[in-house]
């Protein structure tokens, strides 16, 4: 089974790092103004995780 990403919300800072590197597309800002993942289309690469400057992003 392919991991996941998951945005732990209250360290995300909605600077969009995550949403400009995800080769998938699956990484939004949302209404909240933190970043969302689409599941359907993460691919559980884990460029996001590797790139978030407050570790906000899990793989699970």
């Known amino acids: 089974m392919t991991k996941k990403a998951l945005v732990k919300k209250n360290k995300c800072i909605s600077c969009g790092t995550c949403t400009s590197i995800c080769p998938s597309g699956a ?10 993942i689409n599941k359907k289309k993460c691919k559980g690469c884990g460029s996001c995780k590797e790139n978030c400057p407050t570790n906000a992003i899990e793989l699970n």
């Open 27 to 36: 990484i939004i800002i949302g209404e909240d103004g933190k970043a969302e």
